[in-house]
Structures are given as structure tokens and as C-alpha cells.
């Protein structure tokens, strides 16, 4: 896909992929516009789950009618909030809102109603838009009617707009004017052209470390990491190939990585409503002849155990990121011709950081940097291999905007993103260590909570285990492990700790055998939910 030669980087000598940077006055609609010029109007770039297939063309006649209907009903100088599944009317409402210099957010909706609440009013937000059908679907009505109550300016509650509503207000004017506008579509971006640096996305952190943060993400923050995500994949991604996102979109692997990398690439999507449907999404994977899907390694895990022997023929890789694929999932996927990639990212980061491809590959590391990303490694007092990876880059978000100063982007210092999390770096590749918040101090030693996962994971690889530590009178902290393995026991664990040589501070001082271990709406492990797990059984004692 590259005609020339790759530069190459001074760090490692190896070729590095051509990344172009995104200008100023780019915005994710403008990208969609220059896609569609690249590829032409007439492609099938996105279907949704229910299978209706969409051009060029199509989108950006949708995004138009849809974004000035959505701009007429909602404050002029606030964010939008979009709360929806995985549809096309999701991406409609965002290209836009986008089109017309709107700021959108996209909520969780599995967060529960006081990180919500939290949510609306970090960001100020006035204006939901959701669908009936998706609130009837999802058992919603309780959620929506304690968020339309909430007071988020003097005088002014929470809006909610449905968008079958929007739909029946729609003229033949309103259908003809998106026709025409679309013809020349330059217009609306250039009348209403956002600043530079003012947020186009708005997506919030879960809460589990006090109340939900916004994190402002600008046009050239979310077109820069879908571009390197593309340059990065070069020779391994192509615009044949067909892209499965079921990742939500209030999450930044799903709505950057799984949604706007293959739009603005020339890569068909189809959008699927739930990552939770591990029967469907195999058959649909068949079905349409997916190449590439995008997941975590929780969801992949439960695709593997539902899907028949020809589910996945059409599979060319699986791009796996939010958490550590296991080596028991591995082994699942090891039955198929699909090759697992796995990745690394923070939503503060648009999200995508790091990523292994076909040609750099090493099994453990989560790869080496995207074009245009910039490392360094912070020294973290008692860790001796690695430090605190900070990262500089296009891709790096405008800032927060948190509780405490509500529609006030606080922008990273010089620049520079701090992930909190260990890393090392060999050759280029990246190889987490774990987070510096998951990091215990036993007897005066740094323990990696996620590395006594591990331990715990090659002994018992097909159960799900996480490390708390609490506080300990004697040696400052404890470990506790919490698994859904039945007949997990501690002498077992002890014993294969000493017989692969890890330390004895490694072992977990006590267990917690539970029938399944919480998870967020994003695939992640829901470890604030765990930690509470944990506190309530002590307390019980």
C-alpha cells in the first residue's frame, strides 16, 4: 500500500511508517469528505447490525440532515450528549454534530445514573440524545428519568431528544437541502469551522478513582490517531478489508480505533450493538466475511467458546487491546487462521499508542509505537526495570475537564500525557508492567499486582483472577486473590510459585473464590467493583 520506502527511525534503524499530520483545520467530517473523494462516493463503507449498508455518499447525506436537525434542537455552545448502542444513527449524529462545529459526547450507559449525573454536569451538558427504541431495548426508562430531572444549569433540566421524534419532523425540504448541501458539502465546515483546539469529543473516564473525568479530545487528536493507526497497519490493513467494531463507542478503542480509523481508511465497518452477544457475533463474522475485528481479550475468550469450526475462515487478525490477552485465550484462537495483535492505548490518547503488527510482532509486548508518538520513561522510585511511560504526540488529548471546574479543559503539562503505567522498552516494543496504582509495597519490596496475576493465570489458565492488596499492619500491604476458579487453593498456588521460581511475596496471603468477577461495559475488569467485593466479604469475617 506504500509505494516508497518507509523513513527510518534513528531510535532502532527500522523502517517506520509513513504518517502524514493532520493540519490545523482538519475536522473528522472534513476527513470523511477527503475519504470520500479518495475511495468515491458510491463505496459500501458501513453496515449496521441489522444489515442495511451505507455509501459515501449516503453518510454524508445522513450526517447532514441529521446534524443540522440536532444543531436547531440543542444549546449552541455546549457539548451534545449521544447516548446509543453501536448504530448507524450513532455515527450519523457524531459526523453531524461534527459538520456543524458541534462538540459531542458520547455516555456509557451501563456507567448507572451518579457517574452519569457527575458526567453532565462536569461537561455541562444540556442536550441527550438517545433513541426509544434503544431505551425500551435496553430496560433504560428508569436512567433516563432520573437524568431528565437533573438540574444542570439554574432554571434548566436535562433535555432529552429522541431521535424517532427528530425523524417525524423531517420535511422533503429538510431530506432535499441535506441532498444538496452534500453535493458541495465544503460549505457548512468551512461556515462552521471549530478553533483548533476546542474539544470535538468528549468521553468519560469510569469514576472508579473518584468522580468521573471528561476528557477532551480535538478534531486533530481523533484523525491523527485514526490515520496512525492506518500508516502503522500498512502492508496489513487494506481498504478491502471488511471491519467488525461491537466495542461501544462511549469507549475510545471502539469510537476512534473500531469506528473513524476504517471510515476515514477506506475500510468498510459494520457496527454491532453489544460485545456481549457471543453466539451472534460469530455467526455475523461468517456471515458477512469479517477480516478484521476489534475486542478485548474478555469478549474474544467468549467468541472462541460459542463459535463453530467455520465462524472465523474469513479472519485475517483480531486487533485486542483495554486488557492483557491471556494465554488461555491464545490457545482459543490458536484453532483459527486469524492472527491475534495486541495493543495498547489510553483514552487520553485518542486512544491508540502502541500496536504489533504482522512484521514486528513480539508475543507480550503490546508493540512498539505508533508514527508520531513520542516515549519517555519517568524513573518510579523502588521499580528497577522500567518506569512511568509518558507520551507526546498529535494524538495526545486537549486535556481534562474535571468536577471540580466544569467546562474547563485543564491541557497536559508541556504536552506530555503521564499513563500511569510501568513499561519497559526493548528494540521499540513495549511491554507493560503494570499500572503504578496496581503496584503493592510488601516488605518494603514494589510487587506487581498484574504480574501475580500471572502467576496465577499459568496455573489455572482458563478462569479469570484479580490482585487487590489492602493494608497490612506488619508488612505495610497484603495480596488478595480473587478468582472464579471453584476449587482455587492457596498450598496449589504456593506450590507452583516455588517450583517456576517466583518469589515467595508473590503468593496471595488470602483467596476469594467468587462465581464471576465484575467487568465494565467497556470488557474491562471492573476492579473498583472488586476491590469492594473483597472489602464486604472481610468485613463479614
Same mark, same amino acid.
Given at each position: ?20 499530520? &493532520? ?23 458501513? =453496515? ?8 459515501? $455518499? ?9 446534524? #443540522? ?35 459531542? %459526547? ?6 448507572? &445514573? ?40 439554574? !432554571? #434548566? @433540566? ?8 427528530? =425523524? ?52 486533530? $487528536?481523533?484523525?491523527?490517531? %485514526? =490515520? ?16 467488525? $467494531? ?6 475510545? +478503542? ?24 457471543? #453466539? ?27 463459535? @463453530?469450526?467455520?465462524? +472465523? ?101 508541556? !504536552? ?12 521499540? +516494543? ?9 503496584? %503493592? ?5 514494589? &510487587?506487581?499486582?498484574? %504480574? ?13 483472577? &484479580? ?75
Amino acid at each position: 500500500m506504500v509505494a516508497r520506502p518507509a523513513p527510518f527511525s534513528p531510535r532502532n534503524n527500522q523502517p517506520m511508517p509513513e504518517f502524514c499530520p &493532520v493540519t490545523p483545520d482538519t475536522t473528522i467530517f472534513s476527513a470523511l469528505l477527503d475519504a470520500r473523494t479518495q475511495h468515491g462516493g458510491a463505496k459500501i463503507i458501513l =453496515r449496521d447490525g441489522d444489515g442495511e449498508a451505507y455509501s459515501y $455518499n449516503k453518510i454524508v447525506i445522513a450526517s447532514l440532515v441529521l446534524g #443540522r436537525a440536532l444543531d436547531r434542537r440543542t444549546h449552541p455552545t455546549v457539548p451534545v450528549a449521544l447516548l446509543l448502542p453501536n448504530v448507524a444513527a450513532l455515527a450519523f449524529a457524531a459526523l453531524g454534530l461534527n459538520a456543524y462545529g458541534r462538540t459531542f %459526547a458520547v455516555l456509557n450507559y451501563t456507567a448507572g &445514573v451518579r457517574n452519569l449525573a457527575s458526567a453532565l454536569k462536569t461537561g455541562q451538558i444540556r442536550d441527550i440524545v438517545t433513541s426509544r427504541k434503544f431505551v425500551d431495548k435496553a430496560n433504560l426508562h428508569d436512567l433516563i428519568d432520573q437524568l431528565s430531572s437533573l438540574e444542570v444549569a439554574p !432554571g #434548566r @433540566k436535562v433535555c432529552v431528544i429522541y431521535l424517532e421524534d427528530v =425523524r417525524a419532523s423531517l420535511t422533503s425540504l429538510d431530506k432535499a437541502r441535506g441532498a444538496i448541501l452534500a453535493l458541495a458539502p465544503g460549505w457548512v465546515v468551512r461556515r462552521h469551522m471549530m478553533l483548533p483546539d476546542r474539544p470535538a469529543v468528549l468521553l468519560f473516564t469510569s469514576g472508579t478513582e473518584g468522580e468521573p473525568k471528561g476528557v477532551a479530545l480535538t478534531n486533530v $487528536n481523533v484523525v491523527s490517531n %485514526a =490515520r496512525q493507526i492506518f500508516a502503522h497497519g500498512s502492508g496489513a490493513l487494506s481498504t478491502a478489508d471488511i471491519v467488525l $467494531n461491537p466495542l461501544p463507542m462511549f469507549h475510545s +478503542f471502539g469510537l476512534t480505533a473500531g469506528t473513524f480509523m476504517p471510515l476515514l481508511s477506506g475500510m468498510t465497518v459494520v457496527l454491532y450493538p453489544s460485545p456481549l452477544h457471543y #453466539r451472534e457475533i460469530p455467526k455475523l463474522i461468517r456471515d458477512v466475511g469479517v477480516t478484521v475485528l476489534f475486542a478485548t481479550d474478555t469478549f474474544l475468550a467468549g467468541y472462541a467458546k460459542a463459535a @463453530k469450526p467455520d465462524d +472465523f475462515a474469513s479472519l485475517r487478525f483480531v486487533i485486542a487491546g483495554a486488557e492483557k490477552v491471556k494465554d488461555a485465550t491464545r490457545a482459543l484462537w490458536s484453532q483459527t487462521n486469524a492472527t491475534i495483535l495486541e495493543g495498547y492505548g489510553a483514552t487520553e490518547c485518542s486512544p491508540v499508542i502502541s500496536v504489533n503488527i504482522p512484521s514486528a510482532c513480539r508475543l507480550g509486548s503490546v508493540g512498539t509505537a505508533l508514527p508520531g508518538v513520542q516515549t519517555r520513561l519517568v524513573p518510579v522510585e523502588g521499580i528497577t526495570e522500567g518506569g512511568r511511560l509518558a507520551i507526546k504526540g498529535p494524538n495526545v488529548m486537549a486535556g481534562y475537564v474535571l468536577a471540580s471546574a466544569p467546562g474547563v479543559v485543564v491541557p497536559p503539562t508541556d !504536552g506530555w500525557h503521564d499513563t500511569g503505567d510501568i513499561v519497559t522498552i526493548d528494540d521499540g +516494543f513495549i511491554t507493560i508492567r503494570g499500572r503504578a496504582k496496581r503496584f %503493592a509495597k510488601l516488605a518494603g519490596e514494589m &510487587v506487581s499486582l498484574a %504480574a501475580v496475576e500471572s502467576l496465577a493465570a499459568s496455573l489455572w489458565p482458563d478462569a479469570n483472577h &484479580v490482585v487487590v492488596a489492602l493494608p497490612d499492619p506488619k508488612k505495610g500491604e497484603q495480596l488478595v486473590l480473587v478468582t472464579d476458579k471453584p476449587d482455587a487453593d492457596r498450598a496449589a498456588l504456593h506450590a507452583h510459585a516455588q517450583s517456576h521460581g517466583f518469589p515467595e511475596l508473590w503468593v496471595p496471603r488470602a483467596m476469594l473464590v467468587v462465581g464471576s468477577i465484575p467487568v465494565l461495559g467497556s470488557g474491562k475488569t471492573d476492579l473498583a467493583a472488586t476491590l469492594a467485593m473483597v472489602r464486604q466479604t472481610r468485613s463479614m469475617l
